[in-house]
């Protein structure tokens, strides 16, 4: 197997693993921690094979062609930048499984929780190797999303379900402004492949879209690694598990944002826009972080704020455009990511033996927590930056990069002082830490009065991360150097600047800095302990100024008062004004591009009418205008004139030799009027009545809706004497028939186009339809009918009255008694329909019919017994499952597309070929017809789904009663 063929591997591997643990029971926590860890275990072992093929810039690709027509692929593209992150992401993925083991309580469902660990591993390393722009943004949201179920997972609890909300809400909104931005960059460079972009640097920034694009991914960046004014979200994470963050702040989700930085910094970087745009960001995100870390008193708050800090310095170093800078970032996003997973874990184990995170009530836990307490100092000092551990050393290049020049602004001019504070803010925060939680008195009244040192492999990941820690602090170049380098050079695209990892450098500027930044921080914690030790949570000054109050107010205000006030304004309850608006918009929006494009009157030539199509024309438009008529208090009478315009309408297709049109027009309106009739069995009675009394008011309402009715009217046929006066070219037409036989494998091309030439619009088509379904049901299953339509139909009161003497019938033999012969016709043709169904399904390739066509058919089967024997009869006889339909033919749909990827072609591709079968001959067996398998699976799922919601509104019990209902009954259980 070629390395090549390693990279689907990888990242399906996390994907799978999460799907495999959504089976297994709740209470299985070791199968559950021991299938996650093996499989991040095995995602890190290929990670870590494929290093040698990305030494010395070069990159391992494994391209699947999706839609290559609009530039899309599913690419995979690693260099020596997506490997380092790879590895992070699989390593502390799998010290993050092994600690969460001990650290889950058994009451929570932990294969939940690993499913969903798994499913970030596998979005976030989505992000890291995608080769394709778009793909990038898929996995981009993927992640918004999955941490969202992860930050929430105590969903019990309020803070989680309002930080997962937070969460998903900015990063969300910060994921569709980078989809735009790198929509905006594809259409530039003409190509959406990050190759072609990232070499396409001076394009973009000479264009004049540059700006726009800039800011918009940027949005996409810095909510997602929470940079001022977005940082707000992350504090308010901490409301998950303690693995969950120590994984999102170290090698996922925040640092996804930096990543991004970097991955376009050779397409973005070097223009004063970005510097200013991506350099303030950075600075306040340095020093607020910085700042408000000081002051927190819950621990994980502390280190949230921390975090921020420390992706502030990361934007800053991106945001000067300086190679060394670049250089600097990439080292300190893999210090980062080690330190503070750890510091992360260390609190986690603090919390969980005793019981509290609040570092008031915290102190003196050295004596019960040696080991712990040791390796959290270790961590610590990492983080704020001292010698020999490797925190120091990305550090001091950050100081060394902030008294260089690299633009002659008053920010660069500031940054070395910035620097040097932000710097001693981190020593202050970090001495905190270590002072406030391990020294001092024993703690008293904690929740678990006996903390003690917790399991040595709930321990063990800290440990191995801590002496990471000490190995790149002692040792860089031998242990980070080489590594270090491959990222350089896969991010620059050339070799990397003189830079040295050395731990001496003589005194220098840099050195000094870092001396002040150690003393300063050093004194500036001694002066503020005695406050800080019964001081309020948050800083001086900003401490009412809290991001998630305003966050709240933003949405109060959107959802509460700006909504209120457009539903005020343009919204109503009642079905005619919405209509109207629907109507209104519609014209506009076709009139638009018709006036703008210019309209031009051409001749038709005329034949002559046909007397026979135009009577049927014409019933049909009477049929039309009579269902407009009644529908206001006669809707069966409207109803049936709408069954005739659609009659009517399939008889023109047939007169216009299209058959497959002509079937499915038939098939759909028999389902629609059926299920559209049983609807109506629901809604108010309604009288009519004549008002001689009609005010002024309502006159004028009436002939604005004849005004809009005939305006749209005369615009449909505008429209379409515009189209069929157009030139057509030939060649589209004969495209399809040239090529439906010799590259489809079928003679029917309409449906060839379907399954074949356009079946990703189908994909989407029948997707679109199962959320129909599925809204539907819901909105049926809340739907309580008029009181006045509760009873019993005529006939079935006059037949109850007759059964009150004989309580043994059933509900199916009731209706069989007053529909004997049409029921009895109904039950028998039951083998028959699916049969032509089947025949339907069959010939589809090369005659009419196909999944569509054979879907509704089969569901008209199901239709004819519920209405045969009633719902209990047929429920009892019948175990349908549409849901189980639905979810069948979405995946057989969507494993066909797939499965050409197996062959090495583009997503849907088909191949067509004639089987002999004996006694039957030759049939069709293209691989569309798979494809065409699952939209027959879907279509009759999401029919007889509609069809049970409306069977079932007549076995429900409701509150109100009317004096001929029949007595009441149990609801029944919907089999669904």
Not at 696 to 712: E, N
């Amino acid at each position: 197997m070629s390395d090549n063929d390693l990279l689907p591997i990888l990242l399906t591997i996390p994907f799978v693993a999460s799907a495999v643990l959504a089976f297994v029971p709740v209470h299985a926590r070791n199968l559950a921690a021991w299938l996650s860890g093996l499989s991040a275990l095995a995602a890190l072992g290929i990670t870590a094979v494929l290093y040698g093929s990305v030494r010395g810039g070069n990159v391992v690709r494994n391209k699947i062609e999706w839609l290559p027509s609009l530039g899309l692929d599913f690419d995979l593209r690693l260099d020596g930048f997506a490997w380092i992150f790879a590895i992070l992401i699989t390593a502390i993925g799998f010290l993050v499984v092994l600690y969460a083991r001990y650290y889950i309580s058994k009451d929570d469902p932990m294969p939940r929780f690993f499913a969903y660990l798994l499913s970030f591993m596998g979005a976030m390393l989505g992000i890291v190797l995608s080769g394709n722009l778009i793909l990038l943004a898929i996995f981009w949201e993927l992640t918004s999303i999955v941490s969202f179920l992860l930050i929430g997972y105590w969903h019990q609890n309020a803070a989680a379900r309002d930080g997962a909300r937070m969460a998903l809400t900015v990063t969300g909104i910060g994921g569709l402004c980078l989809l735009v931005g790198l929509l905006i960059v594809g259409h530039i460079v003409g190509s959406y492949d990050l190759d072609r972009v990232l070499a396409a640097g001076d394009q973009i920034k000479g264009h004049a879209l540059y700006l726009p694009a800039l800011i918009l991914i940027l949005m996409g960046a810095l909510t997602k690694s929470a940079q001022f004014p977005f940082h707000f979200w992350l504090p308010n994470a901490m409301a998950a598990p303690t693995p969950v963050s120590a994984y999102l702040h170290s090698a996922t989700m925040v640092k996804a944002g930096v990543f991004l930085l970097a991955r376009l910094w050779p397409a973005l970087s070097g223009t004063y826009e970005w510097f200013w745009l991506v350099g303030f960001a950075g600075v306040a995100t340095l020093m607020l972080g910085a700042y408000f870390a000081i002051f927190q008193q819950d621990l994980k708050g502390l280190l949230a704020y921390s975090t921020i800090s420390h992706l502030g310095l990361i934007t800053t170093l991106l945001s000067l455009g300086s190679p060394i800078a670049a250089v600097a970032a990439i080292f300190h996003m893999v210090n980062h990511a080690t330190f503070k997973a750890s510091l992360f874990m260390a609190a986690g184990i603090i919390d969980h033996e005793t019981g509290t995170r609040d570092m008031r009530k915290l102190g003196g836990l050295f004596r019960f927590l040696p080991i712990t307490a040791t390796l959290a100092m270790v961590a610590s000092a990492a983080m704020a930056g001292v010698p020999l551990l490797n925190g120091f050393l990305s550090k001091e290049m950050f100081f060394a990069e902030a008294v260089e020049t690299h633009a002659d602004s008053i920010l660069d001019r500031a940054l070395p002082y910035i620097a040097t504070l932000s710097g001693a803010f981190a020593v202050a925060y970090s001495l905190r830490f270590i002072h406030t939680v391990f020294f001092g008195p024993p703690p008293r009244d904690l929740p678990n009065p006996h903390p003690h040192e917790p399991p040595h492999w709930m321990r063990l990941p800290i440990e191995l991360l801590v002496m990471v820690c000490m190995i790149v602090g002692i040792v860089p170049g031998l242990s980070i150097g080489p590594f270090l380098d491959t990222a350089v050079i896969a991010v620059l695209g050339t070799e990397p600047p003189e830079y040295s990892l050395a731990l001496w450098h003589g005194f220098t500027t840099p050195l000094l800095m870092s001396i002040v930044a150690l003393i300063g921080g050093t004194i500036l914690y001694i002066m503020l302990k005695s406050y800080l030790a019964t001081c309020e949570d948050g800083p001086p000054i900003f401490r009412h100024l809290q991001g998630q109050r305003i966050f709240e107010r933003i949405l109060v205000t959107v959802s509460w008062k700006w909504a209120r006030w457009l539903e005020a304004t343009a919204g109503t309850r009642r079905l005619q004004p919405q209509l109207r608006w629907l109507a209104g918009l519609g014209f506009v929006a076709a009139f638009l591009p018709l006036y703008m494009g210019g309209f031009h009157a051409r001749q038709l030539s005329f034949t002559g009418p046909d007397m026979i199509f135009t009577m049927i024309w014409a019933i049909g438009s009477f049929a039309a205008l009579g269902a407009a008529f009644q529908a206001k208090y006669h809707r069966l009478a409207a109803l049936m004139m709408l069954g005739g315009a659609g009659l009517m309408t399939c008889l023109t297709f047939v007169w216009l030799s299209a058959p497959d049109l002509a079937l499915t027009q038939l098939l759909v309106e028999v389902v629609t009027t059926v299920l559209i009739l049983l609807g109506l069995r629901w809604l108010p009675k309604r009288e009519e009545r004549i008002d001689e009394s009609v005010t002024f008011t309502a006159r004028l309402r009436r002939l604005r809706d004849l005004g809009i009715a005939v305006a749209c009217g005369v615009g449909m046929s505008v429209l379409a004497y515009a189209v069929m006066t157009l030139p057509v070219p030939d060649a589209i037409a004969n495209y399809f028939l040239e090529r439906a036989y010799s590259e489809g494998g079928g003679r029917n091309v309409v449906n060839v186009i379907l399954v074949d030439f356009r079946g990703f619009d189908t994909l989407g088509e029948i997707t679109v339809l199962a959320i129909v379904a599925l809204t539907v049901f819901a909105l049926l299953r809340r739907f309580r009918p008029a009181a006045d339509s509760l009873g019993a139909p005529e006939q079935q009161r006059i037949q109850n009255a007759y059964d009150d003497a004989r309580p043994e019938r059933s509900e199916g033999d009731t209706v069989r008694d007053y529909l004997l012969v049409p029921s009895v016709i109904m039950q028998w043709l039951f083998p028959v329909i699916i049969t032509f169904a089947a025949f339907l399904f069959i010939r589809g390739h090369d005659l009419p019919g196909g999944g569509f066509a054979a879907g509704i058919a089969m569901a008209i089967a199901f239709l004819l017994q519920y209405l045969a024997g009633g719902t209990r009869w047929a429920e009892d006889r019948l175990r349908i499952l549409p849901l189980r339909w639905i979810g069948l033919g979405l995946l057989i749909a969507t494993a066909t597309g797939m499965g050409a990827w197996i062959l090495g072609y583009p997503f849907l591709t088909t191949h067509s070929r004639y089987l002999e079968v004996p006694l039957i001959g030759k049939i069709p067996a293209a691989s569309a017809m798979l494809f065409d398998l699952g939209v027959f699976a879907l279509v009759v799922g999401a029919t007889v789904l509609i069809l049970i919601a409306l069977a079932h509104q007549s076995i429900r019990v409701y509150r109100v009663k009317t004096p001929d209902m029949p007595a009441p009954q149990t609801l029944a259980e919907e089999k669904i």
